[in-house]
């Protein structure tokens, strides 16, 4: 493990591409293309004026190319060049971006420090290097097939958003991936405006994925190590490693932000994280009703509470993988959580979000529970000892739910 986590300036790209904020769309999406960036800041003279991201162009995707770039652009965190690999990861993952801009003490650019950037490093920084990388690895809840029309993209941006959709052909055997990079081919065209350009532009969402999608994927076996799919990540320039089974048929994805999450919680273990607890929700993107969202942080900020009295919890990762479009479909609640004694998993199946994370809830504090029980046991037997500091309740951030519900919102 290094003596100290490496900063922004330890990080970051310093060689930018950038768009003047009055620059058309047309020639930021060019420059994406062209660079195989997903993120560009963008200048008011010489200082930054926001961030214009491919998921801010595909969600507005009628917009004419002629709109100017300051119409879509977006808030990113304030990241200086001080700024540590631990709270650089926290930043990017709360609010969804790939990358972010580093600035200086008066707001000018110097680089950009990206996911890739970050995984690039992740390796000797972390203990759980050499484990298998299954641990995190989540569940994949959408899957194309070779003929589905790209046009169905448009509708699954929030979930491109997150990593690259698995194809796959008749026999369910994984032949490609599609992630936002690739949606943006169809998103930019070398002519703007008119009618005979919207005109293309529709037939263009009516092809099937297969043309679009990039194929062979990325994928590794069970029992590669954490080090190997960071590695893999890096050497074919993508953002997730497919898991596949026996039959070759994909069974769960680990992305860049998994693999950032082990540094997330090390860093907590070690008491250099800001927060007490990170929460990191995926799958609930654009969720519209917003009471059910507060109703499940709540839930979530209890469930820790409870679990802080046998353990230090450090990183909880949420994801919800609903198994149909319709808002009465069931969903899938996973749960992976890091603690200073370990990993623990659980999963819920059913239509009610709230219903859903509650139990899984109450099943981490029942495992962490039965653990807790078990472990003391043979200490006692003869005498026993005095419980030590990791063994004594956790004081939980007060704060903890506005922070949870904050994380959520992000989503």
Do not use: C
């Not at 484990?131 to 993209?153: F, H, W």
């Amino acid at each position: 493990m290094p003596d100290r986590w490496p900063t922004a300036t330890d990080l970051m790209t310093p060689d930018l591409v950038t768009v003047a904020h009055d620059a058309p769309l047309s020639e930021a999406l060019g420059l994406m293309r062209s660079r195989e960036i997903h993120e560009i800041p963008v200048l008011r003279g010489n200082r930054l004026a926001g961030l214009l991201t491919f998921e801010s162009i595909a969600r507005r995707a009628t917009l004419p190319l002629t709109t100017k770039a300051e119409h879509l652009l977006i808030l990113p965190p304030v990241i200086l060049g001080s700024t540590p690999y631990p709270e650089i990861a926290e930043q990017l993952l709360a609010t969804g971006l790939r990358a972010a801009p580093v600035v200086g003490r008066r707001g000018e650019l110097l680089g950009l420090v990206s996911r890739t950037d970050l995984v690039k490093a992740l390796p000797p920084l972390i203990r759980s290097a050499n484990q298998p990388v299954d641990g995190v690895a989540r569940s994949i809840g959408t899957t194309l097939k070779e003929n589905d029309p790209v046009r169905m993209l448009i509708a699954r941006v929030r979930l491109l958003e997150e990593h690259p959709l698995p194809v796959v052909d008749r026999k369910g055997k994984l032949v490609g991936a599609v992630g936002i990079r690739d949606l943006g081919r169809i998103l930019w065209r070398p002519t703007i405006g008119g009618k005979r350009d919207a005109e293309n532009k529709g037939k263009a969402m009516d092809v099937s994925v297969s043309t679009i999608m990039h194929s062979p994927p990325v994928t590794a076996s069970a029992g590669t190590s954490v080090a190997e799919a960071a590695r893999r990540m890096i050497r074919e320039r993508v953002s997730s490693v497919f898991l596949l089974g026996a039959s070759g048929k994909p069974e769960s994805i680990v992305s860049q932000a998994d693999l950032l999450g082990l540094a997330i919680a090390e860093a907590s273990r070690e008491g250099k994280a800001l927060g007490d607890v990170y929460v990191e929700v995926t799958g609930l993107r654009g969720a519209s009703d917003p009471s059910i969202l507060t109703e499940i942080d709540r839930a979530v900020a209890g469930g820790l509470r409870r679990i802080s009295r046998y353990v230090r919890p450090l990183l909880l990762n949420l994801h919800f993988a609903p198994h149909a479009i319709h808002r009465t479909g069931d969903i899938t609640v996973e749960a992976r959580l890091h603690t200073n004694k370990g990993i623990f998993y659980a999963s819920n199946t059913g239509w009610n979000l709230l219903a859903g994370t509650g139990a899984l809830m109450d099943e981490l504090v029942a495992q962490i529970r039965r653990q807790r029980q078990e472990s003391r046991r043979p200490r006692h037997i003869g005498g026993g000892r005095r419980p030590t500091g990791d063994d004594e309740s956790i004081v939980v951030d007060p704060d903890l739910e506005s922070r949870i519900r904050h994380a959520t919102e992000d989503e």
